[in-house]
């Protein structure tokens, strides 16, 4: 089987890069892993291996990509929530265009060549007003042009699906927490912040109230996603390929709390609040529970509790060892 | 104020463009009516007229539409259901490409240009399975090519309107009934072809059980809806711009029914039975009754009975009319 992943450069990228060339579950024979920048390729993998950098919006780059007709392509390329906001038409050119430049060359290749395509959708394909628990059959209502760019790009897929040109599923991801490197400006950013940051032994801002709820799922949960639905029997998802993916409902306290049961209360104490009015009205649109009830009953699978996705941190990005034990340790 | 009706020359077109002209309920003083044919100047319209030829898919076309700068842009050009999915390309390059280089031709126009743009959206943005009556929060799931093309322009007019761009409204307009013209190849054309043909003391053909039940409104509702959207209050709207336009549900059995009261047994004994599996399946896919509770509320307003969706296609296409009065009358 050849594989080919596109934004292979990105943090999920580069996880699922390393768990398909680590353990594949059906044999992988060949990986294409492009991005804008050359990516390197990964170890202990024993097939053939292309890395081409390449912009998917560019004229010419989509044919390029799908020349090898790899039998699964994995799109994870994107702009991101703030920059397609700032920036309208990198945001249209990149997450609409180059999705639907993927989606034509898989049609244009002729020879009834039908890959499987999964998709990075996002659960900013929904807007406020949210009930508790967001259903899986709520009508998808962006507030940002991303949320737009991927509701539009899953209509595409579910119609090239329909028109049997590709096999497509979309995975509409939820927060991924706690997500490793430094801090970034993302509304977002805190959800993880509180809890990577004093893992390692630094402070971290708590812009928000402890009642916020909000829902998450690991690095390790999202490769997993991604390696489901590169295999998965797509026969039941009917026209409807579009899948909330399933993950952890839990307020900050609740974060909180399992910080303290995994790392003490030295690591909470590394927590600071500083109330942000503007960060706490953006979080405060976004849904706090969804029921991804469709996606559960298809072999999805996310953690169950926070300490779950804590210890799923420290084992894949601290060695097992966070910075409090290290101390205790001393 | 400044009208610009693209698809100037269709059934909806031609008949919004007589009302425009006709009596407006508010000045208008220019009219640029363009469709891929050039069309004729209105009876009766004092103001400036103009007939450009364009293809709004074609480069440049957009912008020419735009450069008069008019207040209210009314956007009926579409290629239909049934050549959407027979030509694939066709449909995207018109009913997507089309759309988008409108708002982006308006979004490129500068000067704090902010135009209300009324798009002719369709009730084929949804998809089965549906509830007995279709509530206004709905989730779109499109079954065609035209339907995907319609919801993906949808998210466009809500993300211009959010960003500030344009003042969008889109309209899902029902099953125009009754359809004036010769009988065509639509799966939905008995619906209007078993009043309008017996009306003119021709036989028509029904396919289906006269217990199917569909959404119906007059082609005098559907101008009524695009004129109130030129001027309506957008501000309730919110960032929810696509509105399920009211209508009439009804049986064939009462459709029926409503012409025997209308024009009386002869005309209902020009119906033949003539059961067609095929357009029974199609027509079995799609909603029968809809809520639109949210279009109502904001002052859109359609036939309550059948007899008066018959009786607007008497007065305004049989000069009051039907083939069966002429024969009594002899």
Redesign the interface.
């Known amino acids: 089987m050849h594989i080919l992943i596109i934004g292979a450069a990105g943090m999920l990228g580069r996880k699922l890069t390393a768990a398909v060339a680590r353990a594949p579950a059906r044999p992988v024979t060949a990986l294409t892993l492009a991005d804008t920048v050359a990516v390197a390729a990964p170890d202990g993998f024993a097939g053939r291996v292309e890395t081409p950098a390449v912009d998917l919006a560019a004229p010419g780059s989509a044919a390029r990509l799908i020349a090898g007709r790899p039998d699964v392509v994995v799109h994870l390329a994107a702009v991101v929530s703030g920059q397609a906001e700032t920036d309208?038409d990198l945001g249209y050119a990149v997450n609409l265009d180059g999705t639907r430049a993927l989606l034509d060359a898989i049609?244009e290749a002729g020879d009834a060549y039908r890959p499987r395509v999964v998709f990075a959708s996002s659960l900013a394909v929904f807007?406020p007003p949210f009930p508790d628990r967001v259903p899986d059959?709520?009508?998808?209502?962006?507030?940002t042009?991303y949320g737009?760019q991927k509701?539009?790009a899953e209509?595409?897929i579910?119609?090239y699906s329909?028109?049997g040109l590709i096999d497509g599923v979309s995975l509409r991801l939820p927060t991924i927490c706690i997500r490793p490197g430094r801090p970034n400006a993302a509304a977002s950013g805190f959800f993880s912040g509180i809890l990577r940051e004093p893992l390692a032994g630094r402070t971290a801002v708590l812009p928000v109230p402890d009642t916020v709820r909000h829902w998450h799922a690991s690095p390790r949960s999202a490769v997993g996603f991604f390696l489901h639905a590169t295999h998965m029997d797509t026969g039941p998802l009917g026209?409807?390929r579009a899948l909330n993916m399933p993950g952890l409902s839990a307020s900050v306290a609740e974060q909180i709390e399992a910080l303290r049961r995994v790392a003490g209360q030295a690591a909470v104490d590394r927590i600071k609040p500083a109330p942000d009015p503007l960060v706490a009205e953006i979080v405060g649109g976004w849904a706090s529970d969804y029921e991804a009830s469709r996606a559960r009953a298809l072999g999805f699978t996310a953690e169950t509790s926070f300490d779950d996705i804590i210890n799923v941190h420290i084992e894949d990005e601290l060695d097992g060892r966070p910075f409090a034990a290290t101390e205790a340790a001393q």
């Open positions: 309208f049609r807007g059959d709520f009508a998808p209502q962006p507030r042009s737009t509701v539009m209509l595409l579910n119609d329909r028109r026209h409807r």
